[in-house]
């Protein structure tokens, strides 16, 4: 229109109210086990109030009909990545805005320290940065004589620096030698033994000795090296010697004078003179002394030959032995037919005994076991008959108990 004089013109601004705030991700590096399809955390806060939302790489998020001048924020929750482009203070909205955040994956340090059990350093400290996610394994040094507490050190790698202390121990299986010299009568030094053993490292050790017939452990002897501490790389040596016992020679002890030989005189047997009768002049007959060899008080005379037959005393034995067969017998068999043994058998059992009785008192009377053996004499042949008599006997008792068994049986 056209103006004039005393014309108020009002302008009315209403703000805004259709700005827009486009939240864009891009991840430039990946972490171990992240890819493209790895979703991404965000806090967006328009003028005091939060939402949560996600995104993948290269995807974005818009926030529309924004009032001109809102406040806002954006942050992201990515642990193990350096993020930029946030937005961490509140900015007023003043134009359509496009937020891009970026991220890269983050190297934290890993140290391993190598110490021995007193926390001296047993070898260089290890340092080196590694990417999140990644995974690491490190041999831990070989050392002498020690044994490490993590032979190798492995792991993923977090948000935080890893620090890793390997501890070596002295080990229980370092070696060490122990040598064995023998030394001779005249000074000579030879070689004869070398025993590998093991123990732990540092550790201080005996020697122990062997046992040598004729020899002397000397432990003064030169070279001597009886105790030692075991090194680490194994190179302990022991040395013992031993020296050669002094011949000790016996004093000379002459011969006992031998006895001159003395021949055993023969042995002659007694001469048996019969009586004589010499008559007298009167017509009567005197009767000469009787020399023979007499039976004292009415017992049988043993063998005057010297000797004792082995015969006899097999024969007496197969005599007993059938007795014992006999009483045996009764008593296996006398639960079968009682009231038959009680009456029948005894005379069979009684005769048995009564013949063994005869064959031991013969034997004893005739044969002197003092003597030499020989397989017969005079008297075989009665300890035979004995014997004989003492098997009639015994089968004599079986045919009656068969007899009289079948008899019980059938009635």
Do not use: C
């Not at 008559?279 to 007959?285: E, F, K, Q």
Request: glycine share 6%; charged share 15%.
């Amino acid at each position: 229109g056209t103006l004039t004089a005393d014309t108020t013109v009002t302008v009315e601004n209403t703000a805004r109210t259709d700005l827009t705030l486009t939240v864009e991700k891009d991840v430039a590096s990946y972490a171990v086990g992240d890819d493209k399809d790895t979703e991404f955390t965000f806090t967006v806060t328009i003028n005091g109030t939060p939402q949560s939302i996600t995104l993948k790489d290269a995807t974005s998020r818009t926030f529309d009909n924004l009032t001109y001048g809102s406040t806002y924020t954006v942050t992201e929750n990515a642990p193990g990545y350096t993020t930029t482009g946030e937005v961490t203070k509140e900015v007023p909205l003043i134009r359509n805005e496009d937020v891009t955040v970026v991220n890269t994956t983050q190297s934290y340090p890993l140290i391993i320290n190598y110490l021995y059990a007193d926390g001296t350093p047993a070898a260089p400290q290890y340092s080196n940065s590694f990417t999140f996610k990644d995974s690491y394994q490190i041999p831990s040094h070989t050392i002498a004589g020690y044994t490490p507490s993590i032979p190798i050190v492995t792991g993923v790698i977090p948000t935080n620096t890893v620090t890793v202390n390997v501890i070596y121990s002295a080990s229980t299986g370092t070696a060490y030698t122990v040598q064995h010299f023998l030394v001779s009568a005249g000074g000579t030094v030879t070689l004869d033994g070398i025993d590998n053993l093991a123990g732990t490292t540092n550790a201080i050790v005996n020697a122990i000795p062997r046992t040598y017939a004729s020899y002397t452990l000397n432990r003064s002897y030169a070279g001597t090296v009886a105790t030692g501490t075991i090194a680490p790389d194994g190179s302990t040596v022991l040395s013992l010697y031993y020296v050669a016992n002094p011949v000790v020679v016996p004093p000379f002890v002459p011969p006992a004078a031998i006895p001159p030989f003395v021949p055993a005189p023969d042995v002659v047997p007694p001469v048996v003179v019969a009586p004589v009768n010499t008559p007298l002049t009167s017509g009567a007959v005197a009767e000469a002394p009787d020399n023979s060899t007499k039976i004292n008080d009415g017992k049988v005379a043993k063998d005057s030959g010297g000797h004792w037959a082995l015969l006899n005393l097999l024969l007496t034995l197969l005599t007993a032995l059938l007795m014992i067969l006999i009483l045996l017998t009764y008593a296996l068999r006398k639960k079968d037919h009682e009231e038959y043994e009680a009456k029948k058998k005894g005379i069979i059992r009684l005769s048995s005994i009564a013949v063994t009785i005869v064959a031991v008192v013969v034997f004893v009377l005739t044969e002197d076991m003092t003597l030499p053996m020989k397989w017969l004499d005079e008297y075989t042949i009665w300890m035979a008959l004995i014997a004989v008599v003492q098997i009639g006997v015994t089968a004599l008792s079986k045919k009656k108990y068969e007899e009289k068994y079948k008899e019980v049986k059938q009635s």
